[in-house]
């Protein structure tokens, strides 16, 4: 940049101002500070980096500064001032806009030396603005906002945002607490004795930054329900959405295998959970695909249906769909490897009708029985190697609870099969950071599009249910909710022409 340009991109200090004295910025976190050959300073940080040229001693000495602790825009002012003389404080103003423009700047309200709350952006997106604020308008929490543990501090973030907030000091957390309700800044400040309105001021303005903070209306109504897509969007919707695709966070993402040293990852296939065991007849292939109609003629006629034949489902039937639905078609074994060549784990893996992330096949399908012809009723396991059903249980009330929850769920069914979809979370999560129970939900869809396509073809009943009783499986099944438990129900029943 030319000097005669500086004029134009000059930036005013009053960027930096906020309402009081008490924001003071640092380099983010993660950010160092470089000396390049040819005298001038680079801050490198994940974000890439910038470079901060012509350097004088008061602008070295302020650079300095700001790779350290927190300090205010004024402070750093009066080093250049000090040094440099009041022409060099454009240069300041400048580069501090730049920064800020590169995401590498971090800011905090503080007083009396001690850091009361600062924010940390999650994703290059993330810019920090001085937000006007009004002494009359009421502020309120957005309903998106979560309070959470990492580590030993206390995060405040939203799905809205880029950037998360952490609470330093109980006085932040105080005025997080009062933020349910509409407040003005100046009942705020009332009602945090001991904090002037100007770190309150500068706490609204961390708070604005991250999203966590809406302006309300007339009958405490919040500004962000304004937009009719915000909205329609629930809580949980919306922070499973942001926490589970790439940005708006900074968590570890994808295949980390975080757990590789310290757990041994469940096995491919789960154990007979009981020890009555019923060998299924397995079914010919050639013979399927010989006689067994066209796809597309198969994907047109797929339907959920709820009524069944006037015989109900034979375990033959139940067997052939079980075996080209879930069956193990093949085995194998998957090398964590270390930076050095080294096997840090050993993870095995199969092949089965339909796809699953990783080849984890977390998901473990559990035929509860109403009516089937050479069945007796009750909760069985099926076993995908052996091509086999284990008994969990017989027809007592925790199966006519879950049957019975079907039949609410998919008004006019009354299944004489009900099929579970069970997921051992952590086939998945010993490899997979942040996506794990987004691929079990995604595994889940195939799974239900796979099933429908082969009852279709085999002329049986299908419809597969929105939701179910987690718990109630949990208890029927013998599992721990946070181990093993249903993610997907299925209704089963023979065709009302009696099948293919």
């Known amino acids: 940049m030319r000097d005669d340009d500086l004029h134009e991109a000059r930036p005013s200090a009053a960027r930096y101002a906020s309402p009081g004295r008490s924001l ?41 500064a700001l790779a350290g602790s927190f300090v205010t825009v004024d402070a750093l002012a009066d080093r ?48 920090f603005t001085i937000r006007a604020l009004s002494s009359a308008q009421p502020y309120l929490l957005s309903r998106f906002a979560h309070c959470r543990r990492e580590g030993g501090r206390l995060v405040l ?9 952490v609470l330093r000091d109980p006085r932040a957390a105080m005025l997080v607490a009062l933020l349910a309700e509409p407040h003005t800044l100046p009942s705020l400040a009332e009602r945090l004795p001991g904090t002037p309105e100007e770190v309150v001021a500068d706490c609204l303005q961390l708070l604005l930054n991250a999203d966590t903070l809406t302006t309300a209306g007339e009958g405490a109504s919040a500004a962000e329900d304004e937009d009719p897509a915000l909205a329609q969007w629930g809580f949980h919707d919306l922070l499973f959405h942001a926490r589970s695709r790439f940005g708006r966070h900074s968590t570890p993402f994808g295949a980390t295998f975080r757990h590789a040293d310290r757990i041994a990852p469940l096995p491919a296939v789960k154990p007979p959970p009981g020890d009555v065991t019923i060998v299924l007849e397995r079914p ?12 597309a003629r198969v994907m047109e006629a797929r339907r959920s249906i709820y009524t069944y034949g006037e015989h109900p489902i034979t375990l033959e039937q139940l067997g052939e769909f079980l075996y080209r639905v879930g069956r193990v078609r093949s085995s194998g074994e998957f090398r964590v490897m ?21 080849k984890c096949y977390e998901i473990e399908l559990y035929p509860i029985v109403r009516r089937c012809e ?13 091509h086999r059903l284990s008994r969990v249980r017989e027809r007592d009330g925790y199966v006519e609870a879950l ?20 997921a051992r979370f952590q086939r998945v999560s010993w490899k997979y950071d942040a996506i794990a129970y987004a691929t079990t939900l995604k595994h889940v869809g195939v799974l239900y599009q796979t099933m429908y396509l082969v009852a279709t073809a085999m002329g049986l009943s299908p419809c597969a249910l929105g939701s179910g009783d987690a718990d109630l499986f949990a208890a029927a099944s013998g599992t721990s909710y946070f181990a093993e438990t249903s993610v997907g129900e299925f209704m089963l029943g023979s065709g009302p022409g009696g099948g293919r």
């Open 403 to 422: 049957l019975r929850y079907a039949s609410v769920a998919a008004p006019n069914g009354d299944p004489q099969v009900l099929i579970a979809l069970a």
């Open 80 to 127: 250049v001032l000090g040094t440099d003389g009041e022409g060099a404080l454009p240069r300041l103003y400048l580069h501090l806009e730049q920064l800020r423009l590169s995401g590498l700047l971090q800011h905090a309200a503080v007083q009396e030396g001690a850091i009361v709350a600062e924010i940390m952006g999650l994703d290059p997106r993330y810019r």
């Open 374 to 386: 050479g069945l007796p009723g009750g909760m069985y396991h099926y076993d995908p190697l052996h």
């Open 157 to 165: 973030e939203s799905p809205v945002g880029h950037a998360r907030v």
């Open 284 to 295: 010919d292939l050639e013979r399927i695909q010989a006689e067994d109609p066209p796809l």
């Open 24 to 64: 003071c910025v640092r380099l983010r976190d993660g950010a160092t500070l470089t000396e390049r050959p040819d005298g001038d300073l680079a801050v490198h940080s994940a974000f890439g980096m910038f470079a901060c040229k012509r350097m004088t001693p008061g602008l070295r000495a302020a650079f300095d």
């Open 338 to 358: 270390s930076e050095g060549g080294h096997t840090r784990a050993r993870m095995e893996v199969t092949s089965r009708p339909y796809p699953s992330g990783g």
